[in-house]
C-alpha cells in the first residue's frame, strides 16, 4: 500500500468575497461612506427634529439621505438602467454637499436666532457631520 503525501485540507468554510455576505458593499466602501452620511442626516433629523424637537433637517437633504441608503443596496434592479449605481451615488453626494453647504451659510448667517440653545448646535454639527461624510464618500467614487 502506497500512502500518499499529507495534503493540506481545505477549509470548508472559506472566507466570502467582501460585500458577498451582507448582500452588497459596506459602509466603508466610498458607496457606503455616501450611505452612512445619508444615515447620520437621517439619524439627526430623528433625534434633533422629531423627538426634541429642536434642529430640523431640510426634506431636500431628507430625501436624498434616503435615497443614499437604498442606493447601497440596489443590485442590478431598475436603478441600473438610469445610470450605474456609483454615478447616481455620487451625484447625491455631490446634492447632500450643496445643500450642506447652504445650511451652513444659512445657520451662520441666522446663527444668533437658530442655534442658540445646546440641542440645537449639537443638532448642526451632527448634520454638517453627515453632510461631510456624504462628500468625502461622493469625492472618493471611482466613476
Known amino acids: 500500500m502506497t500512502s500518499e503525501p499529507d495534503k493540506p485540507e481545505e477549509s470548508v468554510?472559506?472566507?466570502?468575497?467582501?460585500?458577498?455576505?451582507?448582500?452588497g458593499p459596506g459602509l466603508g466602501t466610498p458607496t457606503g461612506m455616501v450611505a452612512l452620511g445619508g444615515l447620520v442626516l437621517i439619524g439627526t433629523w430623528v433625534v434633533f427634529g422629531v423627538l426634541l424637537n429642536d434642529y430640523w433637517v431640510?426634506?431636500?437633504a431628507l430625501l436624498l439621505a434616503?435615497?443614499?441608503?437604498?442606493?447601497?443596496?440596489?443590485?442590478?434592479?431598475?436603478?441600473?438602467?438610469?445610470?450605474p449605481v456609483p454615478v447616481?451615488?455620487?451625484?447625491?453626494?455631490?446634492?447632500?454637499a450643496i445643500i450642506g453647504l447652504f445650511v451652513l451659510i444659512e445657520d451662520v448667517r441666522?446663527?444668533?436666532?437658530?442655534?442658540n440653545e445646546f440641542p440645537d448646535v449639537i443638532g448642526a454639527l451632527a448634520s454638517y457631520a453627515g453632510y461631510v461624510i456624504a462628500f468625502l464618500g461622493?469625492?472618493?467614487i471611482k466613476a
Request: charged fraction near 15%; proline fraction near 4%; aromatic fraction near 8%.
Open 66 to 83: 434616503v435615497s443614499s441608503v437604498l442606493l447601497l443596496r440596489a443590485g442590478s434592479t431598475f436603478v441600473e438602467k438610469l445610470a
Open 110 to 115: 441666522f446663527a444668533d436666532g437658530t442655534l
Open 13 to 23: 468554510a472559506a472566507s466570502p468575497e467582501p460585500g458577498k455576505a451582507t448582500g
Open 58 to 60: 431640510g426634506w431636500l
Open 138 to 140: 461622493a469625492r472618493s
Open 88 to 96: 447616481l451615488t455620487k451625484i447625491v453626494g455631490y446634492l447632500l
